[in-house]
């Protein structure tokens, strides 16, 4: 086949649209990972400053119970009032349930707490890790990710003497913003 027959491109050509390629794709990759990366920080740090809030609520908890011997039947005398500073302080609601999983009190009145009684997979699930558990769903109605904190108190003998049910509406978005600004 003659030179001056052949139709496609030189291989000065074809190298050097192969390296600019590479070059571009290197540059798109190396954008992509910093992206990623930022964006695994900021929804970790929302983890972590959501289950700082919850903690928060779990010292102050925790301080009420330990100044006596409490069991689980004690709870809504020991608790009465403190509930209603506890939550005003920390501005989140604050149900208690008793190791069965029925309500025993809350910061609300009875008639507005919807769930009467955590579901017996979850009471299992903590009982039998004493870990706590989040439940993450989407308020449609309000446009955010709810989450449903259930963690066990203690009394000062570090027995179990109740389940607590913290509800947040946790923004996340305010995290990403942070992101999309670079």
Do not use: W
């Amino acid at each position: 086949m003659a030179l001056n027959k052949y139709k496609g491109y030189s291989l000065r050509n074809r190298v050097f649209f192969g390296f600019l390629l590479v070059c571009l794709l290197s540059v798109a990759a190396s954008s992509l990972v910093p992206y990623f990366v930022l964006r695994n920080n900021s929804l970790q740090q929302s983890k972590i400053d959501m289950q700082d809030k919850t903690n928060a609520v779990m010292r102050f908890l925790d301080y009420a119970v330990s100044q006596s011997t409490v069991h689980t039947e004690d709870l809504p005398a020991v608790l009465k009032n403190r509930i209603f500073e506890i939550a005003d302080i920390n501005q989140h609601d604050i149900i208690i349930y008793d190791l069965k999983g029925n309500y025993l009190l809350s910061n609300k009145d009875k008639g507005l707490v919807k769930q009467k009684q955590i579901p017996f997979k979850i009471v299992n699930k903590l009982l039998s890790t004493e870990a706590r558990y989040d439940l993450r769903e989407v308020d449609v109605s309000k446009d955010a990710v709810f989450t449903s904190s259930y963690l066990l108190l203690k009394n000062n003998m570090l027995e179990p003497v109740g389940i607590i049910y913290i509800p947040l509406y946790h923004d996340e978005s305010a995290y990403l913003d942070v992101l999309h600004q670079y």
